[in-house]
């Protein structure tokens, strides 16, 4: 079934960056937007933007301009969410999810999420 | 941007119970509105699309309506995997933005 799998659970302290993956499996990669949400501990969904894996075209909430970059390698159907200057503030889960578009838009597949905790 | 509420921020209610939660936009999203259930330690779930369209395999207590500005998701009768978390999102614009959410936990 169509599937999207996350890189694992990253420490870093604050300052540095981390990219985190999602790789997609069965179904056709650049056929579909990948969004990235991000979830704080005890909080709500907060979406931060978006990659067209088949032009690697992005939309970033603007919140997150200039402190994040998303990046897609098509050749292992894979996309990317790099963090940069990390700071406590980061701390979360990051889930990856594909959206579908048929006349409406949906986030009909979900990556497991990846833990990213920002300690010194 | 399109800002979102839920209401209630949380309910409590037993198994069996018809539980309606609401959500609300700041501008007409027309249909653009989609729902969600997050279980703890779970990534979200898709329950409804397009305001009242039901995902392939939800189960048909689940139920969605409303355009415009204003949205519900009803579960007809509560049960045990129920209990969760559930988020409204709007897809009319670019930036697709979340409700803050309603959990819903056990009386």
């Known amino acids: 079934q169509v599937q999207l799998v996350q890189s694992r659970a990253a420490v870093r302290k604050p300052g540095a960056s981390l990219r985190i993956s999602c790789k997609a499996s069965?179904?056709?990669?650049?056929?579909?937007?990948i969004h990235w949400v991000r979830q704080a501990p005890g909080q709500g969904l907060e979406w931060m933007g978006w990659i067209d894996p088949n032009t690697g075209r992005t939309d970033y909430a603007q919140k997150f301009q200039g402190s994040v970059t998303m990046t897609r390698d098509t050749s292992i159907n894979t996309a990317y969410l790099e963090l940069n200057s990390l700071t406590s503030d980061d701390t979360a889960i990051y889930y990856c999810?594909?959206?579908?578009?048929?006349?409406?838009?949906?986030?009909?597949?979900w990556g497991q999420g990846t833990l990213v905790t920002v300690s010194s | 941007d399109v800002q979102m509420t839920q209401s209630p921020s949380s309910l409590s209610a037993s198994v069996g119970d018809r539980v309606t939660i609401t959500c609300r936009t700041n501008q007409s999203v027309n249909t653009y509105l989609n729902w969600y259930q997050q279980r703890p330690g779970k990534a979200p779930k898709l329950l409804i699309y397009g305001a009242s369209t039901l995902q392939s395999g939800v189960p048909s207590r689940f139920g969605g309506s409303g355009s415009g500005t204003d949205f519900s998701l009803s579960i007809a009768s509560l049960q045990p995997e129920d209990f969760a978390t559930y988020y409204c999102q709007q897809s009319f614009t670019d930036s697709r933005t979340f409700g803050p959410g309603t959990t819903v936990d056990i009386k």
């Open positions: 069965k179904y056709t990669f650049t056929g579909y937007f």
């Open positions: 999810a594909r959206e579908m578009n048929v006349i409406h838009n949906w986030f009909d597949t």
